[in-house]
C-alpha cells in the first residue's frame, strides 16, 4: 500500500521550484493559482532569497503550490493513504478530494497570513530536538515554558516558545538530546501563540463546500483516519494552534500496510523520518524532476494507477 504525503514549513529552499517549472503546463498551472491567491508563486519559488521564503505569508502557500504540482506530474495515482506534515495537511486535503487545489491554496494563504500576523506579536521560534527520549524530554520543555509543538517520531520532537525560551533550550538541553537545530520559521507554530489565527480561519472555512475524502486521510491531530470532509476542515483550522503528532500517523500507516512512501516536493524531511520509524517501507522523495521515475516505479508496485 502506498501512502503520499506533503511536508511541512521549513522545507523550502531558495529556487526549488525552478526545474519543476519546466514540465509541460506547469508554468500556466502556477500562473493561474498565482492570479487566484495575488501571491507570485513563480518569484517565490524561483528568484526569492532564503528570507523572502522564510516568510510565512509566503510559505505556506508556496510548499502547498509545489506539492500539488509535484504529485500531478506523477500522473493519476492512487495511493492508499494520504497525509501531510503541518501545513502540508492542506495538501493532502486536496489529494484526497476535501477540497480543489485552488480553495486549499486559498485557505492556506488565509492561514499564512494570519499565522504570519500572530508570529509578529512576540519574537518566537522553532528548534528541532535530535535524540533523547520523549518521555524525559517532554516535561522539561514544559519546564522551561516551551511546547512540544512536533512529535515527529523517530526520536525527533519539534520545541515551539520564545526566542528566549528557545536560548534556555540551547543552554539546558534534556537528558539524552545530542543536539538543538533552529528551524527556518518565523513563529512558534502549533502552539497557544497562534490563537489569534484560528478565529480568521473558522471565518475563511465557512465559504468552503468540503467532499467526503476520496482516499483516506490521516490527521496530525490524533493520527486518526478521517472521513467526513467538513471535519477534516475542521481540523486544519485547529491544528493551527494544536501540536503535530507525525508519530501517531506514522503508526496508523503501519496498521494499515504501507508498504511504499512517496514524499512530495519539497521532499526530503518525511522521508528521512520514516526511514527510522518504518523499516521495510519503501521511500522516494520528490525534490526534482528527476525523481519523477523512480517514485512512478513505486506507484507501480505499490498502488493502484
Given amino acids: ?56 505569508a509566503v510559505a505556506q502557500p508556496l510548499l502547498v503550490a509545489a506539492g500539488l504540482l509535484s504529485a500531478a506530474a506523477l500522473g493519476d495515482v492512487a495511493p492508499g493513504v494520504v497525509a501531510g ?66 512529535v515527529n517520531g523517530a526520536g525527533q520532537i519539534v520545541a515551539a516558545g520564545t526566542l528566549e525560551q528557545l536560548a534556555a533550550l540551547e543552554a539546558d538541553k534534556p537528558e539524552g538530546v545530542r543536539r538543538v537545530v533552529a528551524l527556518k520559521v518565523a513563529g512558534a507554530f502549533h502552539t497557544h501563540h497562534m490563537a489569534p489565527a484560528v478565529a480568521k480561519l473558522e471565518e475563511a472555512a465557512k465559504a468552503l463546500s468540503p467532499a467526503a475524502p476520496t482516499t483516506r486521510y490521516v490527521s496530525n491531530k490524533d493520527g486518526q483516519v478521517v472521513t467526513d470532509g467538513a471535519e477534516v476542515v475542521a481540523r486544519l483550522v485547529g491544528q493551527v494552534a494544536n501540536p503535530v503528532r507525525w508519530d501517531l500517523c506514522m503508526e496508523t500507516f503501519q496498521e494499515l500496510g504501507a508498504t511504499a512512501l512517496i514524499e512530495v516536493c519539497p521532499g526530503g ?12 517501507v519503501a521511500t522516494v522523495a520528490l525534490k526534482t524532476p528527476d525523481d519523477l521515475d523512480a517514485a512512478r516505479t513505486l506507484i507501480a508496485e505499490h498502488a493502484a494507477v
Fill in 1 to 56: 500500500m502506498l501512502v503520499l504525503v506533503a511536508p511541512g514549513q521549513g522545507a523550502q529552499t531558495p529556487g526549488f521550484l525552478t526545474p519543476w517549472l519546466e514540465l509541460p503546463g506547469a508554468a500556466d498551472r502556477i500562473a493561474a493559482w498565482s492570479d487566484a491567491i495575488g501571491l507570485d508563486l513563480a518569484h517565490y519559488g524561483t528568484k526569492a532569497d532564503a528570507d523572502e521564503i522564510r516568510d510565512t
Fill in 85 to 150: 506534515h503541518s501545513v502540508g495537511e492542506f495538501t493532502a486535503a486536496a489529494f484526497a478530494g476535501v477540497l480543489d487545489d485552488e480553495a486549499a491554496l486559498r485557505l492556506v494563504r488565509t492561514r499564512g497570513l494570519a499565522m504570519a500576523e500572530a508570529a509578529a506579536i512576540t519574537a518566537t521560534g522553532m528548534s528541532a530536538l535530535l535524540g533523547g527520549d520523549p518521555e524525559v524530554t517532554v516535561p522539561h520543555l514544559e519546564k522551561l515554558g516551551l511546547t512540544a509543538a512536533n
Fill in 269 to 280: 524531511t518525511l522521508t528521512g523520518i520514516a526511514k527510522r520509524a518504518l523499516p521495510g
